[in-house]
């Protein structure tokens, strides 16, 4: 029998030493709503412009010198592709992607300039595990997930670690709760190991909302058929792991959903508020506040996840019109 490690919170604070190590810490907003003081982790300022090199630097490293020398592959629509990109340059890794056909041109370029090879895919016909699983076999190369994965859910955990840290340097006391954008679940399962004391609510689009239903029911519970269009191509996750899932239970997560409109006008409020470009599925922690789904109160962490937008469908959006939506995966 496979043994499976489980990821830790001792892991998290390995992480957090390590990314210490190369990166200063993503900046910390604060920003009243209602009057109460609210802490934004601006991890949408990242080099990348979002989180993920955090857990990508954690499991690359923790590869022997053998496997480094045969590279990674990784699937993605970009933001974990950028992230596993920059790692593996950092220690002069191969990297191999494998991004849907209609990922968001800002992020395939950055991936391809990162000097990662791009390997294309139909989300509506192909399997892009499938895909990354048969070319790591072929290659002899390490198979790291999105969110599927230890290593990778200590490193986004990082980011708790840090905004922890700023918030005590600011006067605003630990971390109370943390509202946290959700796909597969690896940021927030990081969090929640990172803040054990902190409540945790994930945020996830309408009709995407599958960590949601699965913390309510108490099992794991897939996006259901036809799932609307949505403009956070970083959160459109059909299933969440079993190793994120079991976290954020035991945490006792919960979750709520916000409509696409919510997530436009929350991507409008931190440009016009804090002066930062997030994109759509970087905002849903911040929409679900904004919307009063959660309600603002002191000590209250957001995690403004990524800023990666393609600038037409971001000047649609700070311009009051509805931004082309992507088709399911």
């Given at each position: 029998?496979?043994?499976?490690?489980?990821?830790?919170?001792?892991?998290?604070?390995?992480?957090?030493?390590?990314?210490?190590?190369?990166?200063?810490?993503?900046?910390?907003?604060?920003?009243?709503?209602?009057?109460?003081?609210?802490?934004?982790?601006?991890?949408?300022?990242?080099?990348?412009?979002?989180?993920?090199?955090?857990?990508?630097?954690?499991?690359?490293?923790?590869?022997?010198?053998?496997?480094?020398?045969?590279?990674?592959?990784?699937?993605?629509?970009?933001?974990?592709?950028?992230?596993?990109?920059?790692?593996?340059?950092?220690?002069?890794?191969?990297?191999?992607?494998?991004?849907?056909?209609?990922?968001?041109?800002?992020?395939?370029?950055?991936?391809?300039?990162?000097?990662?090879?791009?390997?294309?895919?139909?989300?509506?016909?192909?399997?892009?595990?499938?895909?990354?699983?048969?070319?790591?076999?072929?290659?002899?190369?390490?198979?790291?997930?999105?969110?599927?994965?230890?290593?990778?859910?200590?490193?986004?955990?990082?980011?708790?670690?840090?905004?922890?840290?700023?918030?005590?340097?600011?006067?605003?006391?630990?971390?109370?709760?943390?509202?946290?954008?959700?796909?597969?679940?690896?940021?927030?399962?990081?969090?929640?190991?990172?803040?054990?004391?902190?409540?945790?609510?994930?945020?996830?689009?309408?009709?995407?909302?599958?960590?949601?239903?699965?913390?309510?029911?108490?099992?794991?519970?897939?996006?259901?058929?036809?799932?609307?269009?949505?403009a956070c191509d970083a959160l459109q996750t059909l299933r969440v792991s079993p190793l994120t899932f079991e976290v954020l239970a035991n945490h006792d997560a919960h979750g709520v959903a916000v409509s696409e409109a919510e997530?436009?006008?929350?991507?409008?409020?931190?440009?016009?508020?804090?002066?930062?470009?997030?994109?759509?599925?970087?905002?849903?922690?911040?929409?679900?506040?904004?919307?009063?789904?959660?309600?603002?109160?002191?000590?209250?962490?957001?995690?403004?996840?990524?800023?990666?937008?393609?600038?037409?469908?971001?000047?649609?959006?700070?311009?009051?019109?509805?931004?082309?939506?992507?088709?399911?995966?």
């Open positions: 029998m496979t043994i499976v490690r489980q990821p830790t919170r001792a892991g998290v604070r390995d992480a957090a030493a390590k990314v210490a190590q190369i990166l200063p810490f993503s900046p910390l907003f604060v920003h009243e709503l209602d009057g109460v003081p609210i802490a934004f982790k601006a991890e949408c300022l990242q080099p990348i412009g979002a989180f993920k090199l955090r857990g990508a630097w954690h499991r690359l490293t923790a590869l022997d010198e053998n496997v480094r020398a045969r590279g990674v592959v990784a699937f993605s629509s970009g933001n974990h592709a950028q992230g596993i990109a920059w790692a593996a340059k950092r220690l002069g890794m191969p990297a191999t992607i494998v991004m849907p056909a209609d990922a968001p041109r800002a992020k395939r370029e950055s991936t391809l300039a990162l000097g990662a090879e791009i390997v294309s895919y139909d989300r509506a016909t192909e399997s892009r595990e499938l895909i990354a699983a048969r070319l790591a076999e072929a290659r002899g190369a390490a198979l790291v997930p999105s969110f599927d994965d230890p290593w990778v859910i200590e490193g986004q955990g990082s980011a708790g670690v840090e905004a922890a840290q700023q918030m005590a340097e600011r006067g605003l006391g630990a971390p109370a709760r943390a509202v946290v954008p959700c796909g597969g679940g690896g940021l927030a399962a990081g969090i929640a190991l990172a803040l054990p004391d902190a409540a945790i609510t994930i945020v996830e689009p309408e009709g995407w909302d599958d960590m949601r239903r699965s913390l309510e029911a108490g099992w794991i519970e897939p996006v259901g058929p036809n799932p609307p269009p949505t997530i436009r006008a929350a991507q409008r409020w931190a440009a016009e508020k804090l002066r930062l470009v997030v994109e759509p599925g970087g905002a849903v922690a911040l929409a679900a506040l904004l919307a009063r789904r959660i309600k603002p109160a002191e000590r209250t962490l957001v995690i403004l996840s990524g800023g990666n937008v393609d600038l037409d469908s971001y000047a649609a959006v700070l311009g009051g019109e509805i931004a082309v939506a992507r088709e399911p995966a």
